[in-house]
């Protein structure tokens, strides 16, 4: 657990697929990683709840097009763009797609795995909804 968990009480974030509750991440945050459709570089943002929403801390890009560009007060940094959007969201919507590798998730310890491989198996399409 995250110093930043440990100093709050931790709010679960919960996954479903068509409403059904699929998983449970207790410790309250997590980073997604994906590669864009597109341009293939690395997509990187991490994601803590906070009572009813997500709160999207940080973010970061290897590279710029195809809609990627960072905002303004980005900084490049080990060859990626880094910034600290600080959005509050109600829900976070993923779309499973067979034309692109799965989403990735790293627990504030470390431990990373796909998506498919937390909520299981799931046909083209189908929506992913995290949330508090």
């Not at 309250?28 to 994601?47: A, C, D, M, N, P």
Request: proline letters at 7%; aromatic letters at 6%; one cysteine or more.
């Amino acid at each position: 657990m995250s110093a930043a968990a440990r100093s709050r009480d931790v709010d679960p974030i919960c996954f479903l697929v068509a409403g059904a509750l699929r998983a449970i991440l207790p410790e309250g945050e997590f980073t997604l990683e994906w590669r864009h459709s597109v341009q293939k570089t690395r997509w990187i943002e991490h994601y803590r709840a906070d009572g009813a929403t997500l709160v999207l801390d940080t973010a970061s890009v290897e590279g710029t097009g195809a809609g990627m560009e960072p905002p303004a007060g980005a900084i490049h940094r080990d060859g990626k763009w880094i910034w600290n959007p600080q959005t509050r969201i109600p829900e976070l919507r993923l779309t499973h797609s067979s034309y692109v590798s799965d989403y990735t998730l790293c627990g504030p310890a470390g431990g990373c795995r796909t998506l498919a491989s937390l909520v299981g198996t799931m046909p083209e399409g189908t929506v992913i909804t995290a949330r508090p």
